[in-house]
């Protein structure tokens, strides 16, 4: 059945793209960053170069789960628990999904974007909602009172029972069947990863992924992120520093660099790894490990010379039918528990809003 028409949203800000292709040389001072902040700022390109020396975002490779070898069973276990508990993001080769398939993702959102302002605004989200599904350009709540310089799309694509088709793009064409069969994919990876993090606690395979909404509630909600080319990239950023409120978080990219993650008092710049997809631990799974592994911070820097496109899939708990907690086999009297219960909702308002420990009361 053809969705009803969408009609565009009349109280919309103005889009990153449209300020971009203007060409001036100076960016409005609502996107300058505060003082103390540029002074880590730079050209995505000039950090990654400097980065080639520095440390460096672990490669792990999945594919030995499977393998009927225990000894490359453990082995890759050690390595992802070894890459969630120092930085808590990887980079994840071998993953199983197909690339030409990474290709059509890749393909498909960028014709979304490359649609005139006009088909895009069909699609726009209100941005005095707190519903941020569809097309905009700045997430609410920015704790710097700054935009950032990003065009985004924002839809569930899993469970496929939950997932309204009327909010998405319907060209290019093939979106639809392409961000589905990516869905149904990376669900699987998703699983995959849940289980080498359990089996790393220490814990059953099956544990995490009970304890984030098993294959009913957890859901896959995908952020694509469209930054322009900006030509002054030591005073903005792409996305603002933050840690992911999901349990996972999937990352691929155009093979731009952008993302920084704050490592060891730094920040560090991730390099470009082909054919692979960059894997975020997120605050659900730091909370259930009880800190062991870490959600780190994480922001996206610009550059004046190519285009940045990343497809970022947050797996996320149902809101508030889980309570988030450390496990009780990760908690003792030498590791008492670090976090205080709490649902997913109630997380991301302590989040959003900056509420303390304090305002939670003890879900039900």
């Known amino acids: 059945m053809e969705p009803a028409q969408l009609e565009p ?9 449209n300020l971009a292709s203007r060409g001036d040389g100076t960016i409005p001072s609502d996107y300058v960053r505060p003082e103390y902040e540029r002074t880590s700022l730079g050209d ?18 999945i594919s030995r789960f499977l393998s009927s070898d225990e000894t490359n069973r453990l082995a890759c276990v050690e390595e992802v628990k070894k890459a969630a508990i120092d930085w808590g993001v990887m980079h994840v080769v071998n993953h199983g999904i197909p690339l030409e398939l990474l290709d ?38 920015s704790s710097s009172g700054k935009l950032e310089w990003e065009d985004y799309f924002f839809h569930l694509i899993f469970p496929k029972d939950k997932v309204d088709l009327s909010g998405w793009p319907r060209h290019p064409a093939d979106y639809r069947k392409v961000t589905q069969e990516f869905a149904t994919e990376l669900r699987k990876v998703a699983t995959r990863i849940l289980a080498i993090l359990s089996l790393g606690l220490g814990l059953e395979e099956e544990r995490l992924e009970k304890e984030v909404g098993g294959i009913e509630d957890l859901m896959l909600q995908m952020k694509i992120n469209y930054y322009p080319k900006c030509p002054q990239p030591e005073l903005a950023v792409g996305v603002e520093a933050h840690t992911d409120v999901s349990a996972l978080s999937f990352i691929i990219h155009n093979m731009v660099p952008g993302l920084q993650l704050h490592y060891g008092g730094k920040w560090v710049t991730a390099k470009c790894v082909p054919d692979s997809f960059i894997v975020h631990v997120g605050d659900t799974i730091e909370i259930l490990s009880n800190g062991m592994y870490k959600s780190i911070l994480h922001r996206g820097l610009v550059n004046k010379e190519k285009v940045r496109i990343s497809w970022a899939v947050f797996c996320e708990p149902p809101k508030n039918k889980i309570v988030l907690q450390p496990l009780p086999e990760l908690v003792s009297d030498d590791t008492p528990s670090l976090y205080p219960p709490r649902t997913f909702a109630q997380h991301m308002e302590y989040k959003l809003f900056k509420k303390s420990a304090g305002d939670f009361t003890s879900p039900k």
């Open 44 to 61: 995505a390109f000039d950090e990654a170069n400097k980065a080639e020396d520095g440390p460096q975002v672990p490669i792990v490779d």
């Open 104 to 141: 059509r993702v890749r393909a498909a959102g960028k014709a979304f974007f490359e649609l005139p302002v006009e088909d895009k605004e069909m699609y726009a989200n209100d941005p005095n909602s707190s519903n941020i599904s569809g097309y905009g350009s700045k997430l609410a709540n």
């Open 9 to 17: 949203c009349t109280l919309m800000p103005e889009r990153v793209q």
